[in-house]
């Protein structure tokens, strides 16, 4: 499965942004999916996973509340809706997939990966 993220750019705080990733298979629908961030001299941190159904949705603690993560399989695309940004989530996001069922909070849990798209925050 490649996956193909898009959607960053820069914004000021208090924006949105809305990140794409599309799949390139059509088994896309069987997989669980996750976003995940990484700052400069920071780990890769989890973000936000949906269930392959769209059943369940997980937040990292930090955007609970701002950000939203939603899928549609007939597009092979899951999104995450990125509202009251602050400088703090400025980072490289990258989309995932996984078939590990439950929430995929980890990074070791997923097989595929996209390339990364850049989110800046301005204060």
């Known amino acids: 499965v490649q996956l193909q993220a898009s959607g960053g750019g820069l914004v000021q705080a208090g924006g949105s942004l809305r990140l794409s990733c599309t799949a390139s298979e059509r088994t896309f629908s069987t997989h669980a999916m996750g976003w995940f961030r990484q700052a400069p001299g920071e780990e890769r941190e989890f973000v936000a996973s949906i269930a392959w159904n769209g059943g369940n949705t997980y937040y990292a603690d930090s955007v609970k509340g701002r950000f939203t993560i939603s899928r549609e399989n007939t597009k092979n695309t899951v999104y995450l809706q990125m509202n009251s940004l602050k400088p703090e989530d400025t980072a490289v996001y990258y989309c995932?997939?996984?078939?590990?069922?439950?929430?995929?909070?980890?990074?070791?849990?997923?097989?595929?990966w996209g390339q990364g798209t850049q989110v800046t925050v301005s204060s």
């Open positions: 995932a997939a996984t078939r590990v069922s439950g929430p995929a909070l980890l990074a070791y849990e997923y097989d595929y």
